[in-house]
T-cell receptor
Framework: DAGITQSPRHKVTETGTPVTLRCHQT?????MYWYRQDPGHGLRLIHYSYGVKDTDKGEVSDGYSVSRSKTEDFLLTLESATSSQTSVYFC???????????FGSGTRLTVV | KQEVTQIPAALSVPEGENLVLNCSFTDSAIYNLQWFRQDPGKGLTSLLL?????REQTSGRLNASLDKSSGRSTLYIAASQPGDSATYLC????????FGTGTRLTVIP
């Protein structure tokens, strides 16, 4: 999607290894979000950021950490990957509470 | 915790038909309601955003309504086309969007 890119697009990793997913935006939006999408659960918020170095937990934050050292980048780290973290991860951005969200194309992560 | 439900889970219609997708939510104290479209293996595309003070929004063949008091929203698609085939997701909230599990729409040529 224009203005927001996720990397990598696909990743296979082993249980117990750390994994970092990257979200990069060129829109200079204040808010950035990480969601995971699983069958039967819809999308659920992992963490979000409301500014550089300002982050907060979402509904399913256990096992995940985030960092935002620059406006344009929001990193999601799985500290020690588990099979339950196999999912599709989406990054999203928004400028404020009353704007819509723009989503990235997603990262498909498989933990074996 | 906000619960969002979308019914039906799947819907098939012939091309040209008008259709309505439903979304209900449990907590009426919402900021916004958004409708998204998701194609298989792809990200989400925002279709319509209704702010809490609004009752409806329109974009082309799409019209979304919001009734906060009853906790319901509908997405109306006029004159459906095969290219409308996708999963439609409804989400409510602001800094934390709560999503329904979607309605998978198939428009048959």
């Amino acid at each position: 999607d224009a203005g927001i890119t996720q990397s990598p697009r696909h990743k296979v990793t082993e249980t117990g290894t750390p994994v970092t997913l990257r979200c990069h935006q060129t829109e200079n939006h204040r808010y950035m979000y990480w969601y995971r999408q699983d069958p039967g659960h819809g999308l659920r918020l992992i963490h979000y950021s409301y500014g550089v170095k300002d982050t907060d937990k979402g509904e399913v934050s256990d096992g995940y950490s985030v960092s935002r050292s620059k406006t344009e980048d929001f990193l999601l780290t799985l500290e020690s990957a588990t099979s339950s973290q196999t999912s599709v991860y989406f990054c999203a951005i928004s400028e404020n509470d009353y704007d819509g969200y723009t989503f990235g194309s997603g990262t498909r992560l498989t933990v074996v | 915790k906000q619960e969002v439900t979308q019914i039906p889970a799947a819907l098939s219609v012939p091309e040209g038909e008008n259709l309505v997708l439903n979304c209900s939510f449990t907590d009426s104290a919402i900021y916004n309601l958004q409708w998204f479209r998701q194609d298989p293996g792809k990200g989400l595309t925002s279709l319509l955003l209704i702010q809490s003070s609004q009752r409806e929004q329109t974009s082309g063949r799409l019209n979304a309504s919001l009734d906060k008091s009853s906790g319901r929203s509908t997405l109306y698609i006029a004159a459906s086309q095969p290219g409308d085939s996708a999963t439609y997701l409804c989400a409510v909230g602001a800094n934390n969007l709560f999503f329904g599990t979607g309605t998978r729409l198939t428009v048959i040529p």
